[in-house]
């Protein structure tokens, strides 16, 4: 059986590729990215702001059973383009990694089948510092 997920992460380059084919509609892989209880639900994650907007910001964090954050991560959203695409920023908190830009484009294969390729950019020579 064929992957539904193809990663391209190439040695020396800033950008890393994620592709993923969902036996889903389009809208709804578009709301499971920009409505805030299903982001929960998926990520098993606390939404903390989800401004669907440019400029719009967006935070989570995650407890650990006795309630101490374990992660925590936000960003900016620069473009929104509904069941089209979500330009946005992510940071993970009390981490030395760099921000990371990210370009995410939804696409209908079918009424039932859809797509998401996302590409992150960040400063690799940060990365190669830090590890």
């Known amino acids: 059986m064929e992957s539904k997920t ?5 040695d020396g380059k800033q ?3 994620i592709a993923r084919e969902f036996d889903l509609p389009l809208e709804l892989l578009f709301k499971a990215y920009t409505e805030a209880e ?5 990520m098993g994650t606390n939404v903390l702001k989800l401004e669907n907007k440019p400029h719009g910001g967006w935070q989570v964090e995650t407890k650990d059973g006795q309630g101490n954050v374990v992660f925590k991560a ?4 620069y473009e929104f383009i ?3 695409k979500i330009i946005r920023t992510f940071e993970m908190e ?3 990694f760099p921000v990371q830009l990210e370009f ?3 696409e209908k294969l ?3 089948s859809s797509k998401l390729t996302c590409i992150s950019y960040t400063d690799r020579l940060q990365i190669e510092t830090i590890c």
Not at 6 to 10: F, G, L, Q, R, T
Not at 74 to 77: A, E, S, T
């Open 38 to 42: 299903i982001v929960e639900q998926w």
């Open 74 to 77: 936000n960003g900016v959203m």
């Open 110 to 112: 079918t009424d039932d």
């Open 15 to 17: 950008d890393m590729l």
């Open 104 to 106: 995410l484009e939804f």
């Open 82 to 84: 509904p069941n089209h």
């Open 6 to 10: 193809k990663i391209v992460a190439e």
């Open 94 to 96: 009390n981490t030395p």
